[in-house]
């Protein structure tokens, strides 16, 4: 469990590393400059560094979960690993999931749904199918307009209530469950 884990931290902290180059650009440009999103993973207490190498990580995560035995089997379940950690995310350096309102938190998934697109497309050169749920609703006018020139490329779909949101988009209806015309 250990050795995975290690892995898994590994790519994680590494991706993250990335997605800081992109989401909170993406962000300030979508806030119009007014708010600072800032990204931070959080592994295992012993991981110093969870861009070290994996052998590091395996050590530092084994230490964790040799020290963390007893807790473990008295709570009968596993309480160290990747499946504990989390990614934390800061708006004008209050965390997200305390502070920010619902329009600050879509904009800020967006902005790392955004972020993790432009790094798929750095690494193969193709946009991945965006799927964006119902994404314009809490959003500003600014918010949207800037989510409309920003979605360009690639293949997006888009589901929303307002059926005046995209005037050069290919529709499709949804009535009673069944696509109509």
Do not use: N
């Amino acid at each position: 469990m250990a050795q995975m884990g290690a892995v898994i931290i590994h790519y994680r902290a590494h991706f993250v590393k990335q997605l800081k180059l992109h989401a909170p650009a993406i962000h300030a440009e979508c806030s119009g400059g007014h708010e600072t999103l800032e990204l931070d993973y959080k592994t295992v207490s012993t991981v110093a560094d969870p861009l070290a190498g994996r052998k590091a990580i395996f050590d530092a995560l084994l230490l964790h979960q040799q020290t963390h035995r007893q807790a473990e089997l008295d709570a009968r379940q596993c309480l160290t690993g990747p499946h504990k950690d989390d990614l934390i995310l800061t708006i004008d350096g209050q965390t997200a999931k305390e502070y920010a309102s619902q329009g600050q938190t879509r904009t800020a998934a967006l902005a790392l749904k955004l972020g993790a697109r432009e790094l798929c497309y750095a690494d193969t050169g193709y946009w991945p199918v965006l799927l964006l749920d119902d994404v314009l609703s809490e959003l500003d006018a600014r918010r949207r307009e800037f989510v409309l020139e920003r979605i360009q490329g690639g293949q997006v779909f888009i589901t929303c209530c307002e059926e005046g949101e995209f005037p050069t988009a290919k529709k499709f209806r949804v009535a009673d469950g069944r696509v109509v015309k």
